[in-house]
Every structure is written in structure tokens, then in C-alpha cells.
């Protein structure tokens, strides 16, 4: 899964879900800004905080991994635990 994550309305990077051996990882990839960028995921009337990006090779990156009993005892994927189904439509970061 690839989403776009967006700075003030631009598109500025993706948000990206893999799976590496039991664990669900998701990875946010934007271009350099200046300051402090938190990314935030919006959907349905509400935010959740995801993380505070950190420079890497030129880029803002965030990686975060999930085991597969994070965030819920029920049968859904860590990620969707994780990052509610309403917020992976439309990933935003705010700085």
C-alpha cells in the first residue's frame, strides 16, 4: 500500500506499508523542509499522530514497525490496528 503524504496542500512524499518476515512496517518519505515536520493522519473528523520525521540522506523519514499482536487482540493486521482504515486515505504532515 502507498499513500501520498501532503505539506500544506503539495504533495511532498509517501507513506508506505511493506512486510518484512511477521512484521508490518510503514515508512513516510518526503522532500527536505526546514523545521520540525510531525505527520499526522486525518479521517473522519479526526487526527492520529504518526511520528516526528527525521532527516536521513537528504529526505524526512519515519519508519515504524508493528508485530503482529500490536495494537489489537482481533484478527485485523497490525498496520490497520495501527493506522485505522478512515486515516489511510489521505496521510498529511504538519510542521
Known sequence: ???PIYFGGE???ELTETREGLYRVLRADCAMREGLCRLWLHGEGRSVYFGL???EGGRLRLERRFSPRAGSSSARRPA???VP???RKRPS???
Do not use: N, S, V, Y
Request: glycine share 12%.
Open 1 to 3: 500500500m502507498t499513500l
Open 11 to 13: 504533495r511532498a512524499g
Open 53 to 55: 520525521l527525521a532527516p
Open 80 to 82: 490497520e490496528a495501527a
Open 85 to 87: 482504515a478512515a486515516f
Open 93 to 95: 504532515a504538519r510542521g
